[in-house]
């Protein structure tokens, strides 16, 4: 059974950084994509920015240019790196492993605030 922890989310200002990483322990064979999921308050959970196992990437167009998604295969771990954070950013971001028959795997959530 994977399990998905995720770090590195917290308070910043606006126009700042921070580095988002999700470890993945155990297997992830079969990996088709990874990445992220944000759900702001109230607001419906959004496909952030995902990466398949062939190492292409896709971004919502609200972060295009801000956000780079990567991969650390060796380490089992994805990053989500976010810079000029906007108070738009604002939300709990959550990684997903989607795998082969397995389907998705989630994990608990890291919660990012960017104060104007």
């Known amino acids: 059974q994977v399990q998905l922890v995720e770090s590195g989310g917290g308070l910043v200002q606006a126009g700042g950084s921070l580095r988002l990483s999700c470890a993945a322990s155990?297997?992830?064979?079969?990996?088709?994509?990874t990445g992220w999921y944000r759900q702001a308050s109230e607001k419906q959970r959004e496909l952030v920015a995902s990466?398949?196992?062939?190492?292409?990437?896709t971004y919502t167009d609200s972060v295009k240019g801000r956000f780079t998604i990567s991969r650390d295969n060796a380490k089992n771990t994805v990053y989500l790196q976010m810079t000029s954070l906007k108070p738009e950013d604002t939300a709990v971001y959550y990684c997903y492993v989607h795998r082969r028959v397995l389907g998705n795997t989630w994990g608990q959530g890291t919660q990012v605030t960017v104060s104007s």
């Open positions: 155990g297997s992830i064979f079969g990996l088709i994509s």
């Open positions: 990466i398949t196992a062939g190492g292409s990437s």
